[in-house]
């Protein structure tokens, strides 16, 4: 911005101008008559005296009344002509003091609105700047703002990719899981069959081992028993030819024997039940309402010829359960205490086995 250039003031003029205009009105008032001049004393005098003249000193005197009044007019009229150009003089130095203080006015109304332009083009030019930093900061802020929401919208995009990748990865880990649980699950299914495969092979080979161990032991003990029936049916007839020889004298012994017999008969066929079911391992596929009717056959020594399912219980592994205790409970040597009659009857007879009454 250009510099304004440096102005002399009017002060000291104007100053001047008013002392000299002062001095003038002094001297206009000193010199201004009030009225017209009063005839002096002299006057009266001669006025006196022209009572006394001739008419030739009237005359004179009235012509130099006359060049008197004359003069002081023309004194008058130049004072009245001083006067008006002291008055002019006055009115044109009033008049230059008036433009010369307009002038002044004008010039400090200029330097005023020179001052108050520059003011106005300092303030428009920090308004400017400051709304130039305004629009910068508000720029700024904004750039910050679009950057922050931009990190923002980053930061959230980043966290729902972490998220979506951690639930597909959780998904994937579940899948993967699940798959190896189901293999696991077959592979344990396809063991526990093969398990149960092998068990059951294992059984039916036990079994038919045992089937055959017990054929085996069944014609031994046929034969055995037919050897036993032979002496027991010897030693029977030897028994009923000395029964038959002590009977007459020995009726009453007789009937008291035939009650102790029943008795022990009873007794003994509750004594192998007893024994049987201590050694029935009952297996855990049972069911209470699941039974079984025995049919044994016995030597007069207590051991054990044959046993067979009279009545299944519609389970093979409960009725070969049953039949394998029966075979570890056995022999009954009881049996030899029994009298010759219930011998007999217990050469063969029936038992019934139910897990209830076991449990």
């Keep these: 911005m250009a510099r304004p250039k440096n102005r002399v003031g009017y002060g000291l003029p104007v100053i001047l101008a008013i002392v000299l205009h002062v001095g003038v009105l002094a ?26 003249e001739t008419a030739t000193d009237k005359a004179q005197r009235a012509q130099e ?28 130095q009033q008049q230059a003091e008036a433009v010369a203080r307009k002038k002044a006015e004008a010039d400090k109304q200029r330097e005023a609105e020179l001052q108050a332009l520059k003011q106005a083009r300092e303030q428009a030019k920090e308004a400017a700047r400051r709304r130039a930093e305004e629009a ?17 919208e980053a930061a959230r995009k980043k966290a729902e990719a972490e998220k979506q ?36 092979e294992a059984a039916r080979k036990k079994a038919e081992a045992e089937k055959q161990r017990q054929a085996e032991e069944a014609a031994r003990k046929k034969a055995e028993a037919e050897a036993q029936a032979k002496r027991a049916a010897e030693a029977a007839r030897q028994a009923s030819e000395q029964a038959l020889a002590q009977s007459i004298a020995g009726e009453e012994q007789a009937i008291a024997n035939a009650r102790q017999a029943s008795e022990a008969a009873n007794g003994f066929k509750n004594l192998v039940k007893r024994a049987v079911e201590q050694a029935w391992i009952i297996p855990s596929s049972a069911g209470n309402q699941q039974r079984a009717v025995v049919r044994i056959t016995l030597l007069p020594t207590g051991e054990l010829v044959d046993a067979s399912i009279r009545e299944s219980s519609g389970n093979a592994a409960f009725d070969r359960s049953v039949l394998q205790a029966v075979e570890r409970a056995a022999p009954f040597r ?4 029994l009298p010759t009659s219930a011998q007999r009857q217990f050469r063969e007879f029936n038992l019934d086995f139910n897990p209830e009454d076991v449990r």
């Design 27 to 52: 001297i206009t008032l000193l010199r201004w008559p009030t009225s017209d001049p009063e005839p002096t004393s002299s006057a009266i005098v001669k006025a006196t005296l022209v009572r006394t």
């Design 334 to 337: 009881e049996m030899q205490s």
């Design 136 to 152: 910068a900061r508000a720029a700024r802020q904004k750039a910050e703002a679009e950057k922050q929401r931009q990190a923002e």
């Design 65 to 92: 009344a006359q060049a008197s009044a004359a003069e002081a007019k023309k004194q008058q009229k130049a004072d009245q002509a001083e006067q008006a150009a002291r008055k002019a003089e006055a009115e044109k």
């Design 165 to 200: 990748r951690q639930a597909e990865e959780a998904a994937r880990k579940k899948a993967e899981a699940e798959k190896q649980r189901q293999a696991e699950e077959a592979a344990r299914k396809k063991a526990e069959a093969e398990k149960q495969r092998q068990a059951e």
